[in-house]
């Protein structure tokens, strides 16, 4: 399938999916959220969507029914954050979040800083009281990260998880250390990356469009931090990633002068064998 027609198969199934909204009088309204609705949807993107279900109707909504509607399902199950998750006949993977109307769209507004919607009007696929609409219009404006506090508590969260890593590598817990670093460790460093080089419009997934949002020499600096999981190579990469954090740590109090526990990062330092 060529890129144009995948992601005219996305634009179908958004069609569909609104279309199929109207006619269920269960839905009060329907949400999308994700690539698509900040214009990065491509040939491997999925749908994400919350559905409204109005509170007297949720014990009796089926979702995957209502979702297979939209095309023949391979996967659908409930995963671990309680959200309806689907693989369609295409191989289009589906996350829809059935929400009961009353208190969800309450809290649309408290996703503040936490998801971005620039066209609200457009995301918003079914609105029957004009509540969802209001409250996604307050989500068109993203709002960056507060740097100094921001800062502030990724280089401590940063040394805190580096001491642990250091602490897992004595021990012997190769697996364990690899794991700490790529899915702990890496996002808080990508973060206080995007931070300093004003580059936060990935903030939640901070490793999407990496290619493309910074520069190389940070690039070169986050692929120096992976490694295979065996003992040498993970050894190499927490140095690599401590002196990266460190480093990064050294910008941002050059720039809004936060704390840094000097002593403790030296001690850090000591105990993964990296004297600098």
Not at 220 to 241: C, E, G, L, P
Request: aromatic share 6%; hydrophobic share 40%.
């Amino acid at each position: 399938m060529s890129v144009h027609s995948a992601r005219s198969a996305l634009d179908d199934r958004i069609a569909r999916l609104r279309q199929l909204a109207h006619a269920d009088n269960r839905l009060e309204g329907v949400l999308l959220y994700g690539s698509w609705t900040v214009g990065e949807a491509d040939a491997h993107s999925d749908i994400e969507a919350y559905l409204y279900i109005q509170d007297d109707h949720l014990a009796d909504f089926d979702g995957p029914g209502f979702i297979a509607q939209l095309a023949p399902l391979k996967l659908s199950y409930t995963n671990m954050y309680g959200i309806l998750a689907v693989v369609f006949d295409d191989l289009m993977r589906g996350e829809f979040h059935l929400t009961p109307a009353g208190p969800g769209i309450d809290e649309v507004p408290t996703w503040q800083g936490m998801v971005h919607l620039p066209r609200p009007d457009d995301a918003v696929l079914l609105d029957r009281t004009g509540r969802l609409t209001q409250a996604a219009r307050q989500l068109a404006t993203f709002q960056p990260p507060e740097p100094v506090t921001t800062a502030q508590q990724l280089t401590d969260e940063l040394t805190n998880w580096t001491l642990m890593l250091a602490h897992v590598l004595a021990r012997g817990e190769t697996a364990r250390a690899h794991a700490l670093l790529h899915t702990v460790i890496a996002p808080q460093q990508l973060q206080l990356c995007r931070l300093l080089r004003n580059s936060t419009a990935h903030w939640l997934t901070p490793s999407r469009a990496l290619e493309q949002d910074l520069p190389d020499t940070d690039r070169h600096r986050y692929a120096s931090t992976t490694a295979t999981a065996h003992d040498q190579d993970v050894r190499t990469a927490a140095r690599n990633s401590w002196r990266w954090s460190r480093d990064l740590a050294a910008e941002a109090a050059d720039r809004w002068t936060i704390h840094l526990p000097h002593e403790l990062h030296e001690q850090i330092s000591s105990r993964l064998n990296d004297p600098r």
